[in-house]
């Protein structure tokens, strides 16, 4: 089945742990995404990718870093320097981005801070 | 600044009522504008409207866009339990930005 998967549903991490989130996808979707959601509030960007070996901060960055090195796959990792990472994080991608296209989601990550 | 305005915030209706859904925005570079259901987990799509006054329907759903005056509805007829989600409306803009809306959280009561 073409999609995009996330791991690990459920991640707990202990004050001043760097942790990965996983995200890939098999729809060969040129760009990918990672979006952070509080409760009540919409969906926040956090970095996105047009194509390999590139990546830009969207609106929330600070405490964040990825890469993307193979089409298929773009990691997260939340670092001790993000002062509230309590949160549930998606993935998602599109066809080229821009066009008019839709993203697909992941079923995401919440990550709790102990 | 870009932003998209949904409203209500929430909604409780009994199954067989009809609702709308509001979003309105101020984006540069305005390219589509899409819905999403998110019920759990990950949102999934339901429409994308690009041109103004051309409606988009799906069984019980439909949508519109207003260009002129910045916004567009969803409409959910006879609705249905299953129907309780948060309802998210995004806007694509230039050529990678997508802004999202806070959610419109719909609970449909038996």
């Known amino acids: 089945d073409g999609g995009i998967t996330q791991s690990p549903k459920y991640l707990f991490r202990k004050e001043g742990q760097n942790v990965t989130l996983s995200c890939e996808q098999n729809?060969?979707?040129?760009?990918m995404y990672w979006y952070r959601q509080d409760p009540g509030q919409g969906l926040r960007l956090i970095y996105y990718?047009?194509?390999?070996?590139?990546?830009q901060k969207g609106d929330i960055a600070e405490g964040y870093s990825v890469s993307r090195e193979k089409k298929e796959s773009f990691p997260l990792t939340v670092t001790s320097a993000q002062k509230n990472p309590t949160a549930f994080y998606l993935c998602?991608?599109?066809?080229?981005?821009?066009?008019?296209?839709?993203?697909?989601f992941g079923p995401g990550t919440r990550l709790t801070v102990l | 600044e870009d932003k998209v305005v949904q409203s209500p915030l929430s909604l409780v209706v009994h199954e067989g009522d009809t609702v709308t859904l509001n979003c309105s925005y101020e984006?540069?570079?305005?390219?589509?504008l899409l819905w999403y259901k998110q019920e759990k987990k990950a949102p999934t799509f339901l429409f994308m409207l690009?041109?103004?006054?051309i409606e988009k329907k799906s069984g019980r759903l439909s949508s519109i866009l207003d260009k002129k005056e910045l916004f567009s509805i969803l409409n959910i007829t006879a609705t249905q339990t299953g129907d309780s989600a948060v309802y998210l409306c995004?806007?694509?803009?230039?050529?990678?930005?997508?802004?999202f809306g806070t959610g419109t959280r719909l609970k449909v009561l038996a």
């Open positions: 998602a991608s599109s066809m080229m981005a821009g066009d008019y296209n839709e993203q697909f």
């Open positions: 729809l060969n979707h040129d760009a």
């Open positions: 990718s047009q194509i390999v070996n590139d990546f």
């Open positions: 984006v540069t570079n305005f390219r589509s």
């Open positions: 690009t041109s103004s006054g």
């Open positions: 995004a806007v694509a803009s230039g050529t990678y930005k997508y802004i």
